[in-house]
């Protein structure tokens, strides 16, 4: 077998030590900046829902699970994970759609004339607990990863690993970011959406059915979770408590970047993910948290709203 | 013909009484009997969450002893009364965990209580069953759990310590067999009680050992990232790798590790979630040729373990592993204690485990060692580890045991140090 193939290790090569400790930390910041990249795409949902329906979305984690558990049904039956967009995006938008229309909408009207109303927070982590339940009672307890032809597959530029599945999860992120804000300041339904954001009484004065206009935002915000969810499988496992893992780690962004900011969400995920991994090469992948924790409180005491949290966004 | 009919009704009467008499005291016999013929058992796992696949898992295998148990006639003691587990759901949080137990003792009244799996989650709990009375037949492996003298905990899993202890000793033998040992180290670990115990647990047996750490990292057990940690264990090249994860984090860990082609002599873990059947799976070939080192496994010879294991993968749907075989066997010695004590009383049940000494062929112990009792502490007096190695054999991937010589599966050599990944196909 092998055994005998390097029994005698031969004495490490001395390496220029600078060199190797600069590869390193490149390393480190591509990484970060590839998976905190994806961290604002996770969290875009979230604060595009916010920033114009005033909702906090507690449901987000076990939507993307859902997301995942989709997205990795259409890669088991032998479909390609990316091309799977084409399904799940649109079924996340009907059902985020559909979700307003039915549920949220409801709550909303309930509390008309309150600015940040309760009773749907309420709703949203009701719909959190159940999702998550019935997921793991449809489809057992079991973690699963998909195997597909970007599992574990990198490439390498000039010595820095890339992982193939973080870089098309960074197009996907640059791309959905690009179209959504050119989506939300040309076309007319985008500034409807604005307009419904900033001022929703104003707004209906102006003709605008806002609990339509609502309905497409959330469609939006799932849309955009769905598309984190997929590129998600290609690399991460599948569990009914993995929105968890994201969960958390969304709201900060969020409000690292200021609420309602789709820009903010971006950087918001970038520093998050730099620290993560650059972060763990000077200190202890433990003590990583407490800086990100330190920061987010450091620029909530310097920037209350928050990096981009502008009054008006759009 | 009218006295007739009053001695008709009178004669009703009486018979009607008497029904009505036999009724009652038949049913609380019944009652009194139904009490008896059931013996209550808590059991706390994390049956929702990250964990709930191994929670899932422990519980099947303890049905199937409970199973077992009241096939083969129940509690003889109290006239074959019939074990009934009931079960708790930690959630794999700690607070959660409390609450459950303290659901279990109040309200449903059992008589003893096992679980829970994680030594974060189990160490409070023991707590708890010291205040009501109530033994606690706990899991875990970290050392505290049975070193805080409480009277009311007893543990037949191993000490975190001995896990440590034996897996240095299998690399180090490993590294003496092949001529090539580990001379440095790299400890990764969760950051809760367990982990922080392996990481204790480390420093004094690599030590003793002689092994320099170069690399020493926690982290947190719900992460979303492990690749941080991963590139800062390529910079550092150790020849060893000792990581101490549950499932979900050993599958980031090892999918990166190799993703990152980090090389290194020896990649071992310490069960938990390396010994988690949702860990092949999750990872695939990148696993290969990496360490283990756990209480017991399916391939190793012992009598009428293979059919149990059959039985289990049927049921269950996944292949045993080592804690749902610690937890099967759980089931039978707390039968055996309640069984001696005679009796529901939980102080009882407390006093026939502090006494109890099993020897092999009693089928509560059989498949994982060959005498059973506690120590003063509450904890069982030895445990032995064995190691393992991710294999592939025909086409499938296998946790294969090679370490000490006397158990090793027959026919397949260990392959050390592991392949490096550029020798590897992809």
């Known amino acids: 077998m092998m055994n005998g193939s390097h029994r005698k290790v031969a004495p490490k090569e001395k390496r220029f030590h600078g060199g190797e400790k600069m590869e390193t930390y490149i390393q480190a910041i591509v990484n970060g900046f590839l998976m905190g990249s994806m961290y604002g795409l996770i969290a875009f949902g979230l604060t595009l829902v916010f920033g114009i329906m005033r909702v906090i979305n507690f449901a987000h984690a076990s939507l993307l699970m859902m997301a995942m558990f989709l997205a990795y049904g259409l890669c088991q039956v032998g479909m390609n994970p990316y091309l799977s967009l084409i399904i799940v995006v649109p079924v996340f938008f009907g059902l985020g759609y559909v979700l307003q229309r039915t549920l949220i909408e409801r709550a909303l009207k309930m509390e008309a004339g309150v600015r940040e109303p309760m009773s749907v927070l309420l709703l949203t982590a009701g719909l959190l607990v159940l999702f998550e339940n019935l997921v793991l009672l449809g489809v057992g307890p079991d973690y699963r990863t998909a195997k597909t032809i970007y599992t574990g597959a990198t490439f390498k530029v000039s010595g820095i690993i890339i992982k193939t599945a973080w870089f098309y999860g960074f197009l996907a992120t640059m791309i959905s970011y690009f179209l959504l804000s050119s989506f939300l300041k040309w076309t007319w339904l985008g500034q409807a959406i604005r307009a419904a954001g900033q001022d929703r009484d104003a707004a209906r004065l102006m003709g605008i059915d806002h609990y339509h206009i609502y309905g497409v935002a959330f469609g939006i915000g799932m849309a955009l979770v769905g598309l984190s969810g997929t590129i998600l499988v290609p690399f991460y496992y599948i569990h009914p408590a993995v929105g968890w893992v994201f969960g958390i780690g969304s709201f900060i962004i969020v409000i690292l970047g200021g609420l309602g900011s789709t820009a903010g969400a971006f950087w918001g995920g970038v520093i998050i993910g730099l620290i993560e991994s650059l972060g763990a090469q000077f200190m202890n992948a433990t003590w990583t948290i407490v800086v990100v924790y330190g920061v987010f409180l450091a620029i909530l005491f310097i920037r209350p709203a928050g990096l981009f949290g502008l009054k008006f966004e759009w | 013909m009218e006295k007739k009919s009053g001695m008709k009704k009178i004669g009703v009467m009486i018979a009607v009484t008497v029904l009505i008499a036999l009724f009652v005291v038949g049913y609380r016999n019944g009652a009194l009997h139904a009490q008896t013929r059931e013996v209550l058992v808590g059991a706390v796992f994390p049956l929702s969450g990250p964990l709930a696949p191994i929670g899932q898992h422990l519980r099947c295998g303890a049905d199937i002893a409970i199973e077992e148990i009241n096939q083969a006639g129940g509690i003889k003691s109290l006239g074959g009364a019939r074990l009934k587990v009931i079960y708790g759901d930690s959630t794999g949080d700690a607070k959660v965990g409390v609450t459950e137990m303290e659901k279990l003792i109040t309200k449903d009244k059992v008589s003893v209580v096992t679980g829970a799996y994680q030594s974060g989650v189990t160490l409070p709990m023991t707590t708890v069953s010291e205040r009501y009375g109530v033994p606690f037949y706990a899991t875990g492996s970290e050392d505290q759990i049975t070193e805080r003298g409480y009277k009311f905990t007893f543990r037949s899993n191993e000490k975190t310590s001995w896990r440590v202890r034996d897996q240095v000793k299998f690399i180090m033998d490993m590294g003496r067999r092949f001529n090539d040992p580990v001379k440095t180290a790299a400890l990764v670990y969760e950051n809760t009680a367990w982990g922080q115990g392996a990481h204790r647990d480390w420093l004094k047996n690599l030590g003793e050992a ?112 080592t804690e749902v075989m610690k937890q099967y066997t759980y089931m039978y010695v707390i039968v055996e204690a309640i069984d001696q004590a005679g009796s529901t009383d939980p102080k009882k049940i407390r006093d026939a485990l502090e006494k109890i000494h099993i020897k092999a062929p009693d089928p509560a112990i059989k498949f994982v060692e060959d005498e059973l009792y506690f120590d003063h502490t509450g904890q069982v007096f030895k445990g032995s580890m064995v190691g393992v190695q991710f294999r592939e054999i025909d086409g499938q991937i296998q946790r294969v045991t090679i370490w000490p010589k006397q158990v090793a599966r027959k026919g397949i050599d260990p392959v050390w140090p592991m392949p490096k990944w550029s020798e590897r196909k992809k």
Request: charged letters at 20%.
């Open chain 2, 210 to 321: 002689g092994i320099k750490i170069v690399i020493d990292e926690s982290y947190p057990n719900a992460t979303t990232d492990l690749t941080p940690v991963v590139v800062k264990l390529k910079a550092a090249n150790p020849d060893g790798i000792f990581y101490c994860s549950y499932v979900s984090d050993a599958i980031l860990l090892i999918k990166t590790i190799a993703e990152m082609e980090v090389n290194a002599k020896a990649i071992v873990g310490l069960s938990g979630g390396t010994a988690d059947p949702n860990f092949i799976p999750g990872v695939g070939k990148s696993c290969l040729y990496t360490f283990d080192c756990v209480r017991w496994e399916p391939d190793i010879p012992r009598h009428g373990a293979k059919a149990l294991c059959e039985k289990y993968q049927k049921r269950c749907g996944v292949i045993m592993d």
